[in-house]
Nanobody, 121 residues
Framework: QVKLVESGGGSAQPGGSLRLSCEAT????????MNWARQVPGKGLEWVAG????????WYMDSVKGRFTISRDNAKNTLYLQMNALEPEDSGLYLC??????????????WGQGIQVTVSS
């Protein structure tokens, strides 16, 4: 049974940093692409970043390029999202999503419960 558990969210001031983690169990982690998405009231679901199973092929939404870094540790079955230079527009419920295959960006077939990120002064 696939299980994804996010941690590391919370509150930050504009310009601050947060690091999200997603611990995965129930499947062979390195075989699958992983993605981060966020739900924002009034804007729906936004795909934020994705990473192939090999950890080398990466995608970012335009507004987070240069500020966010997605990474994975296949030995620890853990996905990360380092978020720097945070902006109020980054606020939302961040979700970890497993891709259906090795190289799937912006699609998920299993989801974590989400973790809240709030950026405000």
């Amino acid at each position: 049974q696939v299980k994804l558990v996010e941690s590391g969210g919370g509150s930050a001031q504009p310009g601050g940093s947060l690091r999200l983690s997603c611990e995965a169990t129930g499947f062979i982690f390195s075989y699958y692409a992983m993605n981060w998405a966020r739900q924002v009231p009034g804007k729906g679901l936004e795909w934020v970043a994705g990473i192939y199973g090999n950890g080398r092929d990466i995608w970012y939404m335009d507004s987070v390029k240069g500020r966010f870094t997605i990474s994975r540790d296949n030995a620890k079955n853990t996905l990360y999202l380092q978020m720097n230079a945070l902006e109020p527009e980054d606020s939302g419920l961040y979700l970890c999503a497993k891709g259906p295959g090795y190289s799937d960006f912006r699609v998920g077939d299993s989801w974590g419960q989400g973790i809240q990120v709030t950026v405000s002064s």
